[in-house]
């Protein structure tokens, strides 16, 4: 009885033992499925990777006149410019990039020829228009391609002709109203003149958009990229 009695114990003894090792075995094996699982998910939170989901490192920035760069898209912003030879258009499309906003040329209603713009022609249409202080049509298509009421900052962009802004350009201004919230940005360039006559031209815009609070204007060849910045980061639009 004594022998049955401890070959059972025996039996008994070797069944727990066996169990004890399964489940030690068991055990690691738990912790390492685990674990795999848990790898990728704390990876693809991990912030100290600096990629987006996309696996690119995206930044975005959206930033007004308040802050750098320049504000694509911004509707609050009408870049409008008269130029007969190109060089204001180019002029206008380097602050369109900077800057943002709407860009729109003027046009008149009556194109300017060569002829017109022969400074040895005598009576030359740029100057028997400012002699007599006239006021050229400006086309329909400009003004339908302006709700002039989306915009509180308008850029206006011209030549110097015979010492101050062409004539058009106060057909232009005149054909709105202006308010005190209605910001105007005048902006020349000339080979030929100088400061002082882009200055009466920036009174000229004044007189002419009655109501507007008219800004000191930035006077720079296209090609001054250096002075074109300066003047757009000092008035807070880079």
């Known amino acids: 009885a004594r022998q049955r009695y401890r070959k059972k114990e025996l039996v008994i003894g070797s069944v727990a033992r066996e169990r004890i090792m399964k489940k030690i075995l068991i055990f690691p094996l738990c912790l390492i ?28 920035t959206s930033e007004g006149p308040d802050g ?7 509707s609050g912003i009408l870049i409008v410019y ?17 800057t943002g906003g709407d860009l729109v040329e003027i ?10 713009l022969n400074y040895s022609t005598p009576n030359m249409r740029p100057q028997v228009e400012h002699d007599t202080n006239a006021r050229p049509a400006v086309s329909q298509e400009t003004y339908d391609a302006i709700d002039i009421e ?20 106060g057909t232009f201004l005149n054909h709105y109203e202006w308010t005190a919230d209605d910001n105007i940005y005048p902006f020349s360039q000339s080979a030929s003149m100088n ?27 296209a090609s001054s990229a250096s002075a074109i910045d300066a003047y757009l980061t000092a008035n807070r639009f880079m």
């Open 150 to 169: 989306q915009y509180d900052t308008i850029f206006v962009g011209y030549p110097i002709w015979w010492w101050t802004a062409p004539m058009i350009i």
């Open 195 to 221: 400061h002082a006559h882009f200055e009466t031209s920036v009174q000229f815009v004044r007189e002419n958009a009655v109501g507007a609070t008219v800004h000191d204007g930035l006077f720079a060849r």
């Open 68 to 74: 750098p760069g320049a504000p694509e898209g911004n």
């Open 33 to 60: 499925l685990c674990g795999a699982m848990l790898i990728p998910s704390a990876c693809a939170d991990n912030p100290s990777n600096g990629h987006s989901v996309s696996g690119e490192n995206e930044q975005t």
């Open 82 to 98: 008269f130029s007969a030879t190109g060089n204001t258009a180019e002029l206008a499309n380097y602050i369109h990039d900077r």
């Open 107 to 116: 046009q008149p209603e009556i194109p300017y020829t060569a002829q017109d």
